[in-house]
Nanobody, 123 residues
Framework: VQLQASGGGLVQAGGSLRLSCAAS????????MGWFRQAPGKEREFVAA????????SYADSVKGRFTISRDNAKNTVYLQMNSLKPEDTAVYYC?????????????????WGQGTLVTVSS
């Protein structure tokens, strides 16, 4: 069971990035997939999550309207499209999978984690 996050980088404020999370070793068709982030010196926080079927999504208030979670079931991949990026979005972003059938925002609920990808937004 492995999650591989990618797509991070350096971007100017107002720019966009798309993160990807490829799942292997198991079919995540029934898993909730989430994105979390951790800035230096801060706790890991919830960013977004979505059911694999795409019928339900949830976003942190800080990213609502700017970030979009989506998935490609055929590729076992989840994406996080990030638009209108702000310096405060700078963090290591992690994808994670939860066995629950409902979306949960607590990091303790997620059992599988990717290695993280760094997003840096310059002002």
């Amino acid at each position: 069971v492995q999650l591989q996050a990618s797509g991070g980088g350096l971007v100017q404020a107002g720019g966009s990035l798309r993160l990807s999370c490829a799942a292997s070793g198991r079919t995540f068709s029934s898993y909730i997939m989430g994105w979390f982030r951790q800035a230096p010196g801060k706790e890991r926080e919830f960013v977004a999550a979505g059911s694999w079927g795409g019928t339900s999504t949830s976003y942190a208030d800080s990213v609502k309207g700017r970030f979009t979670i989506s998935r490609d079931n055929a590729k076992n991949t989840v994406y996080l499209q990030m638009n209108s990026l702000k310096p405060e979005d700078t963090a290591v972003y992690y994808c994670a999978a939860d066995r629950s059938i409902v979306i949960r925002t607590s990091k303790e609920a997620y059992v599988y984690w990717g290695q993280g990808t760094l997003v840096t937004v310059s002002s």
